[in-house]
């Protein structure tokens, strides 16, 4: 184990225990025109490009500025003129490049008075209701802000009857006029931000809802199922690639980092983030700098992250997997458990990489068009 597990205990209020390959094994789903380049505060992306143009000109340009704060840039190239691996070789020795990786296309992992808490076998398991006689998690602090749990996945249900009630609302903007009210970058915000398609409107998805079920549906309303979290407050961050996943951890950490500095004025007070996804290659962090070094850049503002495995059965020490081979201090890694205590035979799995397991196969939660259903994978843990 590679942190003391007794954390769990604190992070199950807030987050429910969750989400080297060479090149050639990890090329499916890798965007092979697409790298991720972290500068230094003071360099500049377009001096890079135009050096990088007059080596083979034409040959690459800049897609978008993924983490302003960060300097982290996303590099389209042309394969042909920039063949294997040389781009890369070659960012990797300028002075002015701290981290630079491919860009990928990421992949999902998947008592109170609700009456289907009783198929809600993972919540005993684990202790819950004995938590739940001291706090059900979520409202709001001592001082009386509201505590949010930002769900990065790749799509939700807003409009759910058992989630509607723990639905991050920002309270810095104006919803519809157009207008960044709270000069974030994001017009619109209500509820979090769209990064794949670069939108305030949430796009629907059943994985996020399912997860967001497991994490915080609303608890002892007479309806549905009760989250870990009864009354917590969910931020929802849509992604498909690993520049949109790096992009919401910038939102992420600025709306903490807003909080923390206004003493609560400004931002929200996040304290954790969800990630029921991955690559669907092994791959070790390593590999993947820029991505894992954002969970100790979400740690230094006070957010921690839980993270599910592969659903696959191999052990992640071995040949690797994004992100829980990541060595953070901030991240807690999950693998999938069955009702019986043991580990369900598709999860990853580590001695080193992975902290703790957790239910999730046959997790009931929330589906699609107010139902409710089990559900499984890493996701669910």
């Known amino acids: 184990m590679k942190k003391n597990t007794v954390l769990f205990l604190v992070f199950a209020l807030?987050?429910?225990?969750?989400?080297?390959?060479?090149?050639?094994?990890?090329?499916?789903?890798?965007?092979?025109?697409?790298?991720?380049?972290?500068?230094?505060?003071?360099?500049?992306?377009?001096?890079?490009?135009?050096?990088?143009?007059?080596q083979q000109p034409g040959s690459v340009q800049i897609l978008r500025t993924v983490a302003t704060r960060y300097n982290i840039h996303l590099f389209q190239f042309d394969p042909a003129r920039w063949r294997g691996d040389r781009l890369l070789a070659a960012?990797?020795?300028?002075?002015?490049?701290?981290?630079?990786?491919?860009?990928y296309h990421i992949s999902t992992r998947e008592t109170p008075d609700d009456p289907e808490y009783e198929l809600q076998w993972g919540v005993e398991r684990i202790g819950t209701p004995a938590v739940w006689k001291a706090a059900n998690g979520g409202g709001l602090t001592a001082q009386g802000d509201t505590i949010v749990v930002a769900i990065v996945d790749s799509g939700f249900d807003l409009?759910?009857?058992?989630?509607?009630?723990?639905?991050?609302?920002?309270?810095?903007?104006?919803?519809?006029?157009?207008?960044?009210?709270?000069?974030?970058?994001?017009?619109?915000?209500?509820?979090?931000?769209?990064?794949?398609?670069d939108s305030d409107s949430i796009r629907y998805g059943d994985h996020g809802l399912s997860v967001s079920g497991i994490l915080g549906a609303k608890g002892n309303n007479s309806r549905g199922i009760a989250g870990?979290?009864?009354?917590?407050?969910?931020?929802?961050?849509?992604?498909?690639?690993?520049?949109?996943?790096?992009?919401?951890?910038?939102?992420?950490?600025?709306?903490?980092?807003?909080?923390?500095?206004?003493?609560?004025?400004e931002g929200a007070f996040i304290v954790a983030t969800n990630a029921s996804f991955g690559l669907a290659d092994p791959i070790f962090c390593e590999e993947q700098p820029v991505w894992g070094g954002m969970y100790d850049l979400l740690g230094e503002v006070g957010v921690l992250t839980g993270a599910g495995t592969a659903n696959r059965d191999r052990n992640v020490d071995e040949v690797g997997d994004m992100p829980t081979t990541c060595e953070s201090e901030f991240l807690l890694t999950v693998l999938n458990g069955n009702e019986d205590e043991e580990r369900h035979a598709p999860s990853g799995y580590g001695e080193v990489?992975?902290?703790?397991?957790?239910p999730g196969e046959g997790t009931y939660t929330l589906r699609p068009f107010n139902r409710y259903g089990a559900w499984g994978g890493n996701s669910a843990a």
Do not use: C
Request: aromatic content about 8%; hydrophobic content about 40%.
């Open 14 to 54: 807030i987050l429910p225990g969750l989400a080297a390959a060479q090149n050639a094994r990890a090329a499916s789903s890798r965007i092979p025109d697409q790298l991720i380049v972290q500068l230094q505060p003071q360099a500049s992306a377009e001096a890079l490009l135009l050096d990088l143009n007059r």
């Open 91 to 103: 960012l990797q020795k300028k002075r002015e490049v701290d981290a630079v990786q491919y860009n």
């Open 159 to 197: 409009q759910h009857e058992d989630l509607e009630d723990n639905i991050w609302r920002n309270p810095h903007e104006i919803p519809g006029d157009g207008i960044d009210n709270d000069q974030h970058g994001f017009p619109d915000d209500i509820y979090g931000w769209d990064f794949v398609a």
């Open 228 to 265: 870990i979290n009864w009354n917590i407050k969910m931020m929802f961050l849509t992604i498909g690639r690993v520049d949109h996943i790096i992009a919401s951890y910038e939102y992420v950490i600025e709306q903490r980092r807003r909080y923390n500095e206004s003493n609560g004025q």
């Open 353 to 358: 990489s992975i902290d703790m397991a957790a």
